[in-house]
């Protein structure tokens, strides 16, 4: 139930987004989800993309610090109030959230979170009737 | 074990009174026989009867290895050609070699002292003693030879190369001890492997590893893909050859064989003694050398030292890890910053070797140091949070060693410019501004 996700760490510099961009680009990789965080001097670009491994390989060869983490994706149910009642469970259940970001799924809102506890946030969110990503669903797009 | 156990655990008292009669004696023979020393005595106001003893090592002129080359060859021999038996050199990288004479009575020094780091090592008469430093002119191959005898133990004297033809004769001779650089034994390591030959075919069981620095990283790769103690010996052509310095099996430093090797650490550029423990420049003077003495001979090696007795029974002075060379040192605000400091910080946090770069700077007359660290996989965290811990963990500890701040810009992975395959670690701006 768990995704995966490929971070990547930047110096803040013009073009280095671009520059991994173009090589997912070259080997055919596409991006579902993306996000970047930074600080005055680096920043982190995570993705979910469709093809993990291969852009693993092709951004080390090009001499970028890559790693991969666990991280859960949620189909945030489309009603008013639908992200708040879903953190409240997560509240509820002593999860601390490191970091979240969003994305469209299929014309649905979707989010990834990446949390201390990532095992047991997927259990609570699934217990509590949450639609959690698998990676075969998003490879599918 | 012990060779020489009146020499190597002797009470310290009764060790400094060796050494001030040997200095004596050392600073006489200098005076009258060598002019270049004679020389820089005359110029420094010294005469050879004011000196009593080693605390006044600190007011007597040092030796440098220009000295050796602007002397080239025979200049600083304190004897006649007749009274030397044996030349020795080191290639060295630029210039002209530098050169060691021996008489008999050095020679004898050499083997005992070879002798005390065998026994040091755990070797003795029962080993067979596989020497695959080079034979000729270099110090290694001779220097562990003679020292290996005079123990009694079965010598090999392979030499250097045919690395296949080695193996062979280490397994049809059943070599016990082998004796060579550390990268050659992780090259034979390699060799093995590639024909399949596993290291329980073998019986080594000791390692006599020097004339290259190495790291605790490749000693406990040696030790693992050899299955043997990988032990550590330093020496140099100018002051001997290996076996100034010995590690014992406590690994715990190098045993400096100072009724021979008077050591110093001082500060590069005062040249006085730096208050103990800290990191500076080793200096060697060797009082018992007839052929070629040295009075303070600057090794350019950076370390520590340590006076306390061992685990091993021996009451002589321990060279701790090498910290690089002095001719790398910065002084930022005054503070003397060697980049190996750095690297160990670096080393202790990601265990994996680190790629850094100090930029030093002087802005408003007040100097500034960035060290610059490239994120390879051991640091790099999805979280901003961490990587912000992990600059400031950086930054602490750096701190705390140096005693100076410093700025920590984490940088791409081969961003920092390399010549050669190797990193240039400093940049100094400060120059271009006098
Ligand atoms: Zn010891």
Redesign the pocket.
Known sequence: MLLKQLSVFLENKPGRITQVTKVLDEIGVNITAFNIADTSEFGILRMIVDNIDTALQALKAQGFSVRTTQVVGLVVPHQPGGMHQALEHVDKAGIEIEYMYAFAYNSKAAVIIKADDTQKLVDVLSGSGYHVLQEGELIQD | MIWNEHAECMDREQLLKLQNERLRNMVSRLYYNVPFYRKKFQEAGIDPGDITGIHQLKDLPTTTKQDLRDNYPFGLFAVPQSEIVRLHASSGTTGKPTVGGYTRADLRTWSEVVARSLY?AGVDKNDVVHVSYGYGLFTGGLGIHQGAQKIGATVIPASGGNTKKQLQIMHDFGSTVLACTPSYALYLADTMKELGMDPSELKLRRGIFGAEPWTEEMRREIEAKLHLKALDIYGLTEVIGPGVAM????Q??L?IFEDHFIPEIVDPNTLQPVPHGQVGELLFTTVTKEGMPLLRYRTRDLTTMTVEK?????T?A?LNKFLGRSDDMLIIRGVNVFPSQIESVLLEMSETEPHYQLIVDRVNNLDILEIRVEVNEAFFSDEIRQMENLAKKIKANIESVLGISAKIKLVEPKTIERSEGKAKRVIDLRKLVD
């Open positions: 040091a590690e014992c099996e406590h715990k430093g045993h061992c685990a091993c029974g021996r002589l321990r």
